[in-house]
């Protein structure tokens, strides 16, 4: 009975919260660095439409989890069912300090669009780092006051999240501020099949990790209304409006800046911007680009902690950590250690680069690993009511197809880990 009474998400803020667990700061930068992998425009599409279906896959993957396994916590409850409570131990604490890192350098770039906005020389590296610690604090406060609330918060800060992205993508209907593409540099003419293998997989992997996060929707399970239908109907909405934002937004890019300048341009949402409303809404757009942080921080705050729920519970955690405040809910003691740690690394995010390539490895072949568990549900479902859960269609070409990609995705970065080391 205590359970019916908590909070439960609807089909539309589950859908919210897939889109913001995806749509963070990438997709504001990473289209320079797919276009600079390119060796021409075609392939700049292709990998964006590649990466998408390789996405929608993962969708339709994870859907039928969350559908099969809707309980708190899912990302970790799979590896501990599927594989066994030491693996999803590792797996998952290797996650959250990860998942950690990333909420801390986000938090970072945050403060940097806001110094931007409030100085106008340079501020100090000190300065940049109280305003990111800030700002995670914030939420943290935010979160506690239970599920209802942020996930409210995050709902007004998505929508305007997806304003920002649908103002850049209305510049394609203005030619006037269109670049000249009909006289793109040719300098890789005489290319062969190897050229085109590895740029083509660098451009992959510089997509992949901005189509990266819906997974951990199923961390919702039990607090979602419904959630065997509400799951993947939640999932497969929230990814599909993705793509197709993701695939407008970068031909805006490749539309207003050139392929060519897009492969060197810094701040490409902002030069697109000060094209199609000059200064004043290039100064306002960044002032919402700090909001579009915010998003990131208070999803990540949201979801995380309740993989160290799920953790406590199987006792790999101390059983403090299942604890929930008798009124909002809220995983407390989870919560306050995950923010706890963002905001230690916080202080030492200069080091990110140095670790953010084995970061990759482990979250692509941690992908591979918790959508392999599907296979498993699948085998075992016999007690499950089928009219009840959500089964893809043209199983199990599906799964495999987005784990091979992901394996793919792991070996290439690898690979070029060892080439720069050597």
């Known amino acids: 009975m205590e359970t019916s009474s908590r909070p439960k998400l609807k089909l539309f803020s589950l859908s919210i919260v897939v889109i913001s667990l995806v749509i963070g700061m990438a997709i504001f930068k990473t289209a320079s660095f797919t276009a600079n992998a390119s060796l021409n425009s075609e392939m700049f599409f292709i990998a ?24 708190t916590g899912g990302y970790y409850r799979i590896f501990s ?28 770039i945050g403060s940097d669009y806001l110094c931007s906005l409030l100085f106008d020389s340079n501020v100090g590296v000190a300065i940049k780092t ?6 995670i604090a914030i939420f ?27 103002l850049i993508i209305s510049a394609i209907f ?82 207003v800046i050139g392929f060519d300048e897009l492969k060197t341009s810094s701040g490409i949402a902002s030069v697109v911007v000060l094209k199609l409303l000059g200064s004043t809404g290039e100064t306002i757009f960044t002032g919402l680009l700090v909001l579009a942080v915010l998003t990131y921080v208070n999803v990540n705050l ?15 955690l101390p059983k403090i950590f299942s604890k929930r405040h008798p009124s909002s809910q809220v995983f407390i003691v989870s919560l306050s250690v995950f ?9 030492f995010a200069e080091t990110f680069d140095k670790i953010l390539g084995f970061v990759m490895i482990l979250d692509s072949l941690g992908m591979a690993a918790s959508a392999a568990t599907l296979f498993y549900l699948r085998r075992n479902a016999s007690s499950q009511d089928s009219s009840q859960i959500y089964a893809m269609r043209f199983y199990p070409f599906v799964p495999v197809l987005f784990i091979m990609a992901y394996l793919l995705s792991a070996f290439h970065v690898f690979i070029c880990i060892l080439s720069m080391g050597s």
């Open 140 to 166: 943290y406060f935010v979160n506690l006051k239970g599920l209802k609330f942020s996930s409210t918060t995050l709902n007004v800060l998505m929508l305007i999240k997806i304003a920002m992205i649908l």
């Open 339 to 347: 923010a706890a740690t963002a905001l230690v690394i916080t202080f």
């Open 81 to 108: 069912v599927a594989y066994h409570p030491s693996i999803a131990f590792a797996m998952n604490g290797t996650i959250l300090i990860s998942n950690a890192a990333a909420l801390g350098g986000v938090s970072l």
């Open 48 to 71: 964006w439409i590649t990466r998408g279906i390789i996405a929608l896959c993962g969708a339709l993957t994870y859907a039928e989890i969350g559908s099969r396994y809707p309980i």
């Open 174 to 255: 203005f030619p006037q501020i269109h670049a000249d593409n009909s006289n793109l540099v040719q300098a890789v003419k005489y290319a062969n099949w190897k050229d085109y293998f590895w740029a083509f997989g660098a451009a992959l992997v510089a997509v992949s990790f901005t189509y990266g996060g819906y997974q951990h929707s199923i961390n919702f399970g039990e607090e979602v209304e419904n959630a065997p239908k509400a799951m993947p109907r939640g999932i497969i909405i929230g990814m599909s409006v993705v793509i197709i934002l993701y695939l407008l937004i970068n031909f805006s890019y490749y539309k």
């Open 302 to 316: 949201l979801s995380n902690p309740r993989i160290m729920y799920a953790m406590s519970v199987d006792g790999v």
């Open 130 to 135: 109280w305003i990111a610690v800030g700002s």
